[in-house]
Each structure stands twice: as C-alpha cells, then as structure tokens.
C-alpha cells in the first residue's frame, strides 16, 4: 500500500519495469500515449496515492474524481480493479476481463493474464479474499477464490481453478481443481520481472 510520495513513485517505476515500458525516444512518447494499460496502472497508483496520503477534505473532489477515471477507463479495457490490491511491480499482460475484488491482497511483481478472477467463493463473506505473495505468475482464465493463501514465486497455470492454499515457496500449480504440477514455479518465466529488486539493487 502506498503510504508516501516516496512509495507512490517508487511503485510507478516498478509497474513500468514490470511493463517492459521503453523509455528511448521516440518510444517513449508512443507508449505514453497509447499504451493504455500502462495509462490504467498510472491511474490506479495515482489514485492510491491521494487516497491514502491526501487526508484533506480539499482533495476529497478530486479523489472522487480520480476514482471515477480509473473506474471509466477501466471498464473500457475490461478491467475491475479496485485501489491498494496489488503491490509495486504490477504487469497486466493483456486487454481483458479482469475483476478483483476489493478485498484481495497481492504482493510485489505479480504478472497477471486476461479473463481471470480473484474473489470470494460464491457462499463466502465479502472479506474472506486470497492473499497472493510475491512474484507470482497468473495466467490466463484463472480463478482464484475463497480465504487462502498463494506463496510467493509460484506460477499458475492457464484455466486454472485455485480455491485452497498453496503455501510451499516456488512451485507450479495447475488444473481443476489446482495441485502441484512442477518445482519450476515462476523463476524463468521472462513475463516476470524482479521488479523491485531492480530498483532496490540500483538504489543500493
């Protein structure tokens, strides 16, 4: 959760990494203008930031205001993605359906693929969401769902359907209903980026 200017530009540049977001000229220019899911996540950060920094009443118009961006553009491009889900180095692969729900939490450099869902289970409390670790690979048509617990450095397979906890660090999960199926997890997987760890390593 951004809780600083610091944090807050600290984040933009983790999602750009995770992106693969080029910034020679004239590269640069295009993707910041077309580039629109870069544009979304800028947006979301944006709005995190002065949600959870700007306690004024002054900015309470234009916290309403920013929700409503991320809102609007975010249904264009099929996304529901509610403020302080997901952590710094977030990589949306894809145009697509994505719906999250508020409660959900999702650690550092998650990359995440279209036509997936992270919720609760249809008989469950609003509250009861999963919590995702670090470096995690989600592909597409996945659904996660229920009060459970992803490890950090694992990798989802497509079509995937994840109701109960995986919590052994850097294993491959798969299927309907989901279990182990590789010790490779999401090291390698060049749509994962160490994000944060660049910027910490550069920072150093």
Known sequence: MIRSKE????????DEIALGINRTWPTIVIAYFFNDIWHFQR???????????????LWKPYVLYLNYRVVF?????????PPNVFGPGLGIAHIG??????????????????????????????????????????????VIVGKIHIADNIAIGANSYVSHSFLEDGITIAGNPAKKVSEKGSFGLCSIQRATDILKNNKG
Do not use: W
């Not at 944090?7 to 983790?14: G, I, Q, S, V, W």
């Not at 553009?73 to 993605?81: A, D, P, R, V």
């Open 7 to 14: 944090e807050y530009l600290f984040y933009l540049k983790a």
């Open 43 to 57: 947006l979301l950060r944006k709005l995190e930031y002065y949600k959870n920094c700007m306690h004024s009443l």
């Open 73 to 81: 553009f975010g249904q264009k491009l099929g996304f529901e993605i």
């Open 97 to 142: 359906t994505l719906i999250v729900n508020m409660n959900v939490r999702v650690g550092e450099n998650c990359r995440i693929h279209s036509c997936t869902y992270l919720a609760t289970q249809a008989t469950g409390k609003n509250d009861d969401c999963p919590t995702i670790g670090n470096n995690v690979f989600i592909g597409p048509c996945t």
